[in-house]
């Protein structure tokens, strides 16, 4: 039994509590990755395309001396910065209004579910204790709903923070099909197995409810994520393309086959 001065994290089921929560960590996991459109973009021709535009404009239909049209590379360079954040920015506040309607969304279906990781630490811990944990490694112990309530009197007095998100609902594709979405931790908290208790909550859910198989979506730009979904067992099933600024981005659909219940493979065995 871990004890209280250890760092505890708890899988559990998504409360209307962590609304303010979910929606502070979705917004900032859709803007992480603005850098990384915008490189794609600026190593591609759509900077030049850009940059010839705004100089032609300036020149031509402004007047300006062309030395000074010069400027309108700079400017490509932020006109492109500045479109690419206002479309993660769009996103985010998509996902943030989404994040609000979770319960009707995730938790309505006995098929679907909500889960959030949220972190326990020991009140008495000073503000520099709690930084120098979130920058070195830490391992949990890791507690699921059930023994955190059967524990809850040890574990009076800690402070409780949300860190990590996921949600199953149904594949949009048919079937015994279940959907991730969502997968999201904290910055500070990442590489600690906090994604993968999330995900082994959700596959764990998945077959008790008798789903055939999971897929979910990720990105060109989410590596480690991908290296976590393979980690797992999913594989690439299918691979599409989206086009950003005329870049093509690749996205990458996963799929995990999902084993019956034990009990149901006795029966299976036994018939």
Not at 7 to 28: F, G, H, L, N, S
Not at 93 to 104: A, D
Not at 207 to 220: F, G, M, N, P, R
Request: proline content about 4%; aromatic content about 12%; some cysteine.
């Amino acid at each position: 039994m871990a004890s209280i001065g250890a760092p505890v994290c708890v899988v559990r089921r998504y409360k209307p509590e962590d609304t303010a929560a979910a929606q502070d960590i979705m917004t900032k996991t859709v803007m992480e990755t603005v850098s990384d459109y915008f490189w794609s973009a600026i190593f591609t021709e759509v900077l030049p395309q850009v940059a010839l535009l705004t100089i032609a404009f300036s020149y031509i239909g402004l007047g300006v001396p062309f030395y000074f049209c010069l400027l309108g590379i700079p400017t490509a360079i932020v006109i492109i910065y500045a479109v690419i954040w206002l479309a993660h920015m769009s996103k985010a506040l998509e996902v943030g209004q989404e994040m609000t309607n979770i319960p009707r969304l995730f938790l309505e279906h006995p098929d679907r579910c909500f889960w959030v990781a949220e972190v326990l630490e020991c009140s008495e811990a000073s503000e520099l204790d709690s930084f120098m944990n979130k920058m070195k490694k830490v391992e949990y112990h890791f507690m699921s709903e059930e023994e955190s309530s059967a524990r809850e009197a040890e574990l009076r007095g800690t402070r409780r923070h949300v860190v990590g998100l996921l949600g199953l609902t149904k594949s949009m594709r048919g079937g015994m099909k279940g959907w991730l979405r969502h997968l999201a931790v904290k910055k500070a908290y990442r590489r600690r197995g906090i994604a993968q208790r999330l995900l082994d909550e959700a596959i764990h859910f998945s077959t008790e409810h008798c789903l055939d198989e999971i897929e979910l979506v990720a990105t060109e730009c989410h590596h480690k994520a991908r290296e976590l979904f393979y980690k797992k067992g999913f594989e690439v099933q299918h691979t599409y393309f989206k086009y950003y600024f005329n870049v093509q981005q690749p996205l990458y659909i996963f799929n995990l086959p999902v084993k019956p219940p034990k009990a149901e493979l006795s029966e299976i065995s036994s018939s």
